[in-house]
């Protein structure tokens, strides 16, 4: 197994709905794939180091119906342009999966072409499934042939022929070499032959032993196809399902019950690193899937404090719409732009940025055991643990907060890393704890011994406070009714301390605390009046940090006097 994957967190884009690509391939090269260089910092804000694209290679329409594996669809670029982009990517930490669809291509696969062309002479009549000149295809063309799934304008590829897993497997070395890719998601992995997986196996690991090999399975076992012969891991549509409907029936028993089966001492794929997502570009949005949208962050935190990997479909992260219909699938695969993220939903991006930190920082959230610990219709308490390190995952889908009883053993005191550093003494092996409604806790076990002030200075810079969404220049500028103040605030906010600070209109004031909001996850300043009326007050840490103007100049809002 790829260790690199347990420590990863997924982004997975669609690439020719990402970048608005018209719907049947023109011929003409765009290079519109360029602008997820511009997501980057947005990516890191979410501690996304792994991205999954999506069909990139050659095709008429969609991606799945390739017509040549080795050159970069026009619409996206060209073979250079996302060798770059690659090469970027990598710079900042991010690993890249592509999508290998090797089960069928599409009618304008070369080969294909060939046959059409040639008819019973062509020398790759053998490369396609059940291909034969006994009858005529729904397209009409003299011969038959094998439609993945009854799609006709998908050709199923013959897997037993030699020649045609040569040029499979040639175009992944083509990949590794030229793009340097780390992955591979394959496509409907349980309509393919499983020595087809053997083999690709055999050369990606012999490429690089880390190489990941994850497979798209729907039902069965995961076993029969994650395996030390065949690939690392599967999606976990299981999971998927479990995850939205226990939170939209307000039963905890659903996902929990998957959750032990698959993962706790005797789960069937307890040594499996599976791959966890709330929706891709086959299912409805989360979105439009989750009933009550206060639900979106427990469903976020369960996905990454449950066993396996997890990976966020592209502008979900915004808690976009977007469902399915009998005719198309467009409305799950929309053109983004950072400037159209709705700021409304930038907590659920500082939720996941949090909930990233937490899985790099505690091994336990990557690599441990799964064990349920209480389970009710609305609360769900379960513990991730390795031999030196205990999480506890508290949830609580009701509208109230909850006191939660339970029994948790090997230490006195539990410390919430998610919310608000709240602590909870643990005496003869029980505890109580605290769930604010339509929340969750993650909750470290520990002997006293473990200081959340220092952990929330480690953990500060790599959860970035939300990113501006990029705007048009012409828009930056003031209007007519905006004063000069009102665009001053791109000074570099200084760092928080404890202590005494002057106001610029006179008064003092001391920093009693750095508090988190519970709504918004936005750092915010407790703040109390010193030398006359004592009154407290709260201000958003950007706010209380930022300059103002005062007779022309630009002065610090709070200025730090000393910490006495």
């Not at 069928?104 to 072409?113: M, P, T």
């Not at 790759?124 to 063309?141: E, I, K, M, V």
């Not at 700021?343 to 799964?370: D, E, N, Q, W």
Request: proline residues 3%; aromatic residues 14%.
């Amino acid at each position: 197994m790829s260790q690199w994957v347990n420590n990863s967190v997924f982004y997975h884009i669609y690439p020719l709905g990402f970048c608005g690509c018209p719907e049947y391939n023109d011929g003409k090269v765009e290079y519109r794939l360029d602008k997820v260089l511009n997501w980057i910092p947005h990516l890191k804000e979410m501690g996304i180091n792994a991205i999954y694209f999506g069909p990139v290679f050659q095709s008429k329409k969609h991606g799945y119906d390739t017509s040549d594996y080795y050159t970069i669809d026009c619409r996206l670029g060209d073979n250079a342009s996302f060798k770059h982009i690659c090469e970027e990517l990598h710079k900042n930490g991010i690993r890249i999966v592509l999508d290998g669809v090797f089960n069928h291509v599409g009618r304008d696969f070369w080969a294909f072409k060939d046959v059409q062309h040639n008819g019973d002479c062509s020398q790759y009549c053998g490369w396609f499934q059940n291909l034969n000149f006994g009858g005529r295809s729904p397209y009409n063309d003299p011969f038959w042939y094998e439609g993945w799934s009854g799609h006709y304008d998908l050709v199923k590829l013959n897997l037993h022929n030699q020649a045609v897993v040569d040029h499979l497997i040639g175009a992944v070395d083509m990949w590794i070499n030229e793009f340097g890719i780390d992955g591979l998601r394959l496509d409907a992995a349980d309509c393919i032959e499983p020595n087809f997986f053997r083999t690709l196996r055999k050369f990606c690991k012999g490429k690089n032993p880390d190489f990941w090999l994850m497979g798209e399975i729907i039902h069965g076992d995961y076993n029969r196809w994650a395996n030390p012969e065949m690939m690392d891991s599967v999606t976990n549509y299981e999971c998927y399902k479990g995850i939205y409907s226990s939170h939209n029936d307000k039963n905890y028993f659903e996902i929990a019950h998957s959750l032990q089966r698959q993962f706790a001492n005797g789960g069937i794929y307890q040594n499996l690193c599976l791959y966890n997502f709330l929706d891709n570009h086959d299912v409805n949005r989360i979105g439009s899937t989750i009933r009550n949208i206060n639900h979106i962050n427990n469903v976020y935190t369960v996905m990454f404090t449950m066993p396996g990997v997890p990976s966020i479909y592209y502008g979900s992260e915004w808690s976009i719409e977007g469902k399915r219909t009998r005719e198309s699938d467009d409305m799950l695969r929309p053109c983004l732009e950072l400037s159209a993220a709705d700021h409304a939903k930038r907590s659920v991006v500082a939720h996941i940025g949090k909930l990233s930190s937490l899985r790099k920082h505690f091994s336990a959230l990557c690599f441990g055991k799964y064990e349920n610990i209480i389970i009710r219709n609305e609360q769900l308490v379960f513990k991730r643990f390795t031999g030196d390190q205990t999480i506890v995952v508290a949830l609580n889908v009701n509208d109230n907060e909850y006191w939660m009883d339970f029994s948790i053993n090997g230490g006195c005191m539990l410390t919430d890393l998610l919310i608000d550093g709240a602590e909870y003494r643990v005496e003869n092996n029980h505890t109580s704890v605290c769930i604010p409604g339509n929340s969750a806790r993650v909750l470290l076990l520990h002997n006293g011994d473990f200081d959340y002030r220092k952990f929330m200075g480690e953990i500060s810079n790599e959860i970035p406070e939300p990113i501006e969404t990029p705007i048009n220049k012409q828009s930056e500028q003031p209007t007519e009714n905006q004063t000069a103040s009102e665009n001053i605030n791109d000074e570099k906010p200084f760092e928080i301390k404890y202590g005494k600070y002057h106001h610029f209109k006179g008064k003092e004031y001391a920093v009693l605390s750095i508090a988190t909001d519970s709504e918004t996850l936005e750092k915010v300043v407790v703040y109390k009046q010193l030398y006359g009326d004592g009154n407290i007050w709260v201000r958003t840490a950007k706010n209380f940090s930022e300059f103002v103007e005062v007779d022309g100049r630009k002065v610090r809002r709070f200025e730090y006097i000393d910490n006495e």
